[in-house]
Structure formats: structure tokens, C-alpha cells
């Protein structure tokens, strides 16, 4: 158990509206990243924070944005919600003595009407 | 751009042993993982292998990496019906990059 939480556990939005998810990795982890998992598919990368600053990002729109806090906790904000959007949030975190091992939080589900 | 491939569902006995099956195109995947989902929940790290090994064991979990031909497996001994989520193959270019992840093999035992 990696004791990663993520609030909320379950969102409704509808369309056009922002959304903040959070993430707050237990000590140790420094390295978080965020996945959008659709319904039926694997994770897909969103990001990912290191030292407060974005190191990486996969093939997403501006509208997705993030932050990680001094604590090391993040979150991830998402701009004019599309339909499309709806899924599961993941975020995963690294760090201390597992930089080669990404361990998963329980998600938050995104439903926009 | 990289690819993982995974066949989407296996049905299985109780007490049989599952193995399920992952392709990746990836020639620089340096780390392979293997994730299980129960519903509702999010991902649970099983095991990983580095691109070095060939073989990994793991209590009743056994992955075999042939990187010639690009592809892992898992095997799951003594299958369990606890057992049944789905399994995803995740592979890695190092151990702090983006996971890319396959669909995912949903495991269903019965009983």
C-alpha cells in the first residue's frame, strides 16, 4: 500500500465547467504523475511533477494543468469540460527508495453531462 | 510511437494457471510492468522485470520476458477466483518515465 489518497472519489460537472482533483502521496514520494483512464482502455499519461515544476507531459490539451505543492501533493485541473473528458483520474506516485516502481492512487471519477 | 498489445479477456479455472500475454513495440523499454485493476478501484503494482532478465518469480506470479521477440507474460499459479480484475501490461523507457500502458486482459476465474 503506497498510501496515496485522492479526493474527490466521485465528481459530476457538465460541460464547460473546471474541475480540481487532488493527490497527496505519503512521505517520501516526491514524483507524481496523473493518467486519464476511459472507460474499457489502459491509463493514459496526462503529466508529471517533480520539485513543483512540470517535467513531462503526454499528448493532452492546455486545458489540462497541473501543480505540485512544497508538500509534494498535486493537483490536477482541468479547463471548459468536454463529454469526452469523463473517465477515471489516476494518479501515481514515485520516489525514496522506489524510483522504478509507480504506485497507483484509487482514482477519481469523472462524470461530465 | 509506442504500442502495447494485450488479448482483452481469458476465463480460467479455479486452481488452473492463467497466463496472460503482452506484446510491446518499444525497443528502448528498459522496465515492463505488470498492474492489476478490481472494479472500482485503481491500479495495484503485481511485479516488474527489467529488460536484462529473462525471468522473475514472485510467490505464485512468474513473468517471462523474451525481448528478442518483444514480448512478456504472466503467469498466475493456483489461480484464484480473488484472482479475477483485469491485468494491464505497462512498459517503460526508465524507471521515472510515462507508463504506456495496453488495454488490459480482463481474468475471469470460475469456480
Known amino acids: 500500500d503506497a498510501g496515496v489518497t485522492q479526493s474527490p472519489t466521485h465528481l459530476i460537472k457538465t460541460r464547460g465547467q473546471q474541475v480540481t482533483l487532488r493527490c497527496s502521496p505519503k512521505s517520501g514520494h516526491d514524483t507524481v504523475s496523473w493518467y486519464q483512464q476511459a472507460l474499457g482502455q489502459g491509463p493514459q499519461f496526462i503529466f508529471q511533477?517533480?520539485?513543483?515544476?512540470?517535467?513531462q507531459r503526454g499528448n493532452f490539451p492546455d486545458r489540462f494543468s497541473g501543480h505540485q505543492f512544497p508538500n509534494y501533493s498535486s493537483e490536477l485541473n482541468v479547463n471548459a469540460l468536454l463529454l469526452g473528458d469523463s473517465a477515471l483520474y489516476l494518479c501515481a506516485v514515485m520516489g525514496g527508495s522506489s524510483y522504478n516502481e509507480q504506485f497507483f492512487g484509487p482514482g477519481t471519477r469523472l462524470t461530465v453531462l | 510511437g509506442e504500442d502495447v498489445e494485450q488479448s482483452l479477456f481469458l476465463s480460467v479455472r479455479e486452481g488452473d494457471s492463467s497466463v496472460i500475454n503482452c506484446t510491446y513495440t518499444?525497443?528502448?523499454?528498459?522496465?515492463l510492468y505488470w498492474y492489476k485493476q478490481e472494479p472500482g478501484a485503481g491500479l495495484q503494482l503485481l511485479t516488474y522485470i527489467f529488460s536484462n532478465m529473462d525471468m522473475k518469480q514472485d510467490q505464485r506470479l512468474t513473468v517471462l520476458l523474451n525481448k528478442k521477440d518483444k514480448h512478456l507474460s504472466l503467469r498466475i499459479a493456483d489461480t484464484q477466483t480473488g484472482d479475477s480484475a483485469i491485468y494491464f501490461c505497462?512498459?517503460?523507457?526508465?524507471?521515472?518515465?510515462?507508463?504506456?500502458f495496453g488495454k488490459g486482459t480482463r481474468l475471469s476465474v470460475i469456480a
Open positions: 505497462a512498459e517503460s523507457d526508465s524507471g521515472n518515465t510515462p507508463l504506456v
Open positions: 518499444d525497443s528502448s523499454s528498459t522496465y
Open positions: 511533477y517533480y520539485e513543483e515544476e512540470e517535467r
